[in-house]
């Protein structure tokens, strides 16, 4: 497989030591997303935070771009409603998930990076709790680009989290032959 | 949920935080998933460094302490809560990989006295 010189750059910085562990993946993903959410100023992330008995797993979503802020907030506003509906269905060996404040919803979100182009703009989150050792924080977030392509460095900058994305963009890779499922925030 | 309940449920939160995240660096030899409720529970009961649980989970852990105590300190005592959280967690503990986990909690709810 062919790919750019610009693909295979952005795929080797979310790389520990330039790995070329599945490579092809993350460069096919890479590309994949970078012609799916292309150049709209507004996309919108998703990161959740999922504590159980194995530990602290963090996930990334990239989830949509779009044209205006409004448009963005309003679908960051209902995804964030849908992520929070869904964990809500779920069962967790038998125990329901619950809703608890906010406020301490994101002890887990890396901090974008000092002077990245790209800014958060829209922030929303929720804590579901199941039990007293099974956690999920959810993170809904429109980021503001500098006009540039959605998928690029800023984007890994402002996220800040390379070994999440690496793993999305290996998903977005495997799922392009259709063996695999799209990674999606709605997982149980 | 009460007061304590929810106390108790945010504290173990910052137990779980402290020796979980950070892929477990402040885990000490012998840690077990149980010490977490177990170390709330004790500090809820004002027998900070109690032999049930090993020296070094209270070793360097004031801060930690500290917090758990200060968001405990407020709450209705309740033995009704306490027992639903000893339950709760018991239900749970099998869960962990180490087959261990559930015996000692087990001797630890024995050992502990529930009354607040």
Redesign the interface.
């Known amino acids: 497989m062919n790919f750019s010189d610009e693909i295979i750059s952005l795929g080797k910085a979310l790389s520990a030591n330039g790995a070329q562990y599945k490579a092809n993946e993350l460069f096919q993903g890479i590309k994949n997303e970078q012609i799916r959410l292309g150049k709209n100023p507004f996309a919108v992330v998703v990161s959740i935070n999922s504590?159980d008995?194995d530990?602290?797993t963090d996930f990334v979503f990239l989830t949509d771009s779009f044209p205006s802020k409004d448009a963005a907030v309003a679908y960051a506003h209902n995804l964030s409603n849908a992520l929070l509906e869904f964990q809500l269905k779920q069962d967790n060996?038998g125990?329901p998930w619950a809703l608890?404040e906010s406020q301490?919803a994101t002890?887990?979100l890396s901090k974008p990076k000092a002077n990245c182009s790209f800014k958060v703009t829209y922030f929303d989150s929720f804590k579901a709790?199941s039990?007293?050792?099974d956690?999920k924080y959810v993170i809904t977030r429109v980021i503001e680009t500098d006009g540039s392509m959605v998928v690029g460095q800023a984007l890994f900058d402002v996220i800040n989290s390379d070994s999440e994305l690496w793993s999305y963009f290996v998903g977005v890779g495997e799922s392009t032959g259709g063996e695999r499922e799209r990674p999606t925030p709605f997982m149980s | 949920m009460s007061d304590l309940s929810r106390a108790l449920?945010?504290c173990?939160?910052e137990v779980?935080?402290h020796y979980?995240?950070m892929?477990?660096s402040n885990q000490y030899d012998g840690f077990m998933?149980w010490h977490?409720?177990a170390f709330v529970l004790l500090i809820y009961q004002g027998k900070v460094g109690s032999d049930l649980l090993p020296y070094r989970a209270w070793h360097k852990t004031e801060n930690l302490q500290a917090l758990v105590k200060l968001k405990l300190e407020d709450t209705e005592p309740n033995k009704e809560t306490l027992e639903e959280?000893v339950e709760?967690?018991t239900?749970?503990i099998p869960?962990?990989?180490n087959e261990k986990e559930v015996s000692q909690w087990l001797n630890f709810v024995k050992e502990f006295n529930l009354a607040p």
């Open positions: 504590f008995m530990g602290l060996w125990r608890v301490d002890p887990y709790v039990g007293e050792f956690r | 449920s945010i173990t939160d779980q935080h979980r995240a892929g477990g998933n977490i409720p959280y709760s967690v239900s749970q869960r962990f990989k």
